[in-house]
């Protein structure tokens, strides 16, 4: 049997309610250090992979992780504004109450699949920037400083293409997800 291929249009109200959802989360994890809230969305991929979760939700759960390796990755300096809308995004993760409960069988991970496409559309620039600069860093082979110089010049070149694109989407991203991220 194909696939069946799902399309949900959230409409104002329901973005409302998920925006609802983040702020309450956002509210619980603001007595969690970085590192914890990092760490439970770590638990998050790593129960995901270990569980039966759906493909569609597999096929997501990269995003969220590299938004937990991009905070971490000392060549990457992901700065201090991207790692507040990062940390923020990834506060979600650290609420134990889901909308719907993971053991539902094939739907249980929607609520997460969706949180994460909005992370995942909020922090797209950042992350294909690090995407690209993981690729180019494996590439890098010849060692030394001069490889490190070569780094450094890739990860400046890739946070100016990073902030010029933000800058020119900062109309067109949608209210309800610069709400959602904008800031812990």
Known sequence: MPPIRVTLKLADEDVGHLTALMEQAIKSAASLSESEIRAA???????????????????????LELATRIMDDPDWKVPPGARTRIVTALSYFSNPVDLIPDSVPGLGFLDDTIMIELLTRDLRHEIAGFRDFLRYRERALDGGERRQKRIENCRKRLRARIQERQHRDADRTPWAIRRLFGSR
């Not at 969305?41 to 995003?63: F, G, H, Q, W």
């Open 41 to 63: 969305a770590v638990r998050t991929i790593e129960t995901t992979r270990s569980s039966k979760a759906p493909d569609y939700v597999l096929e997501r759960i990269e995003n």
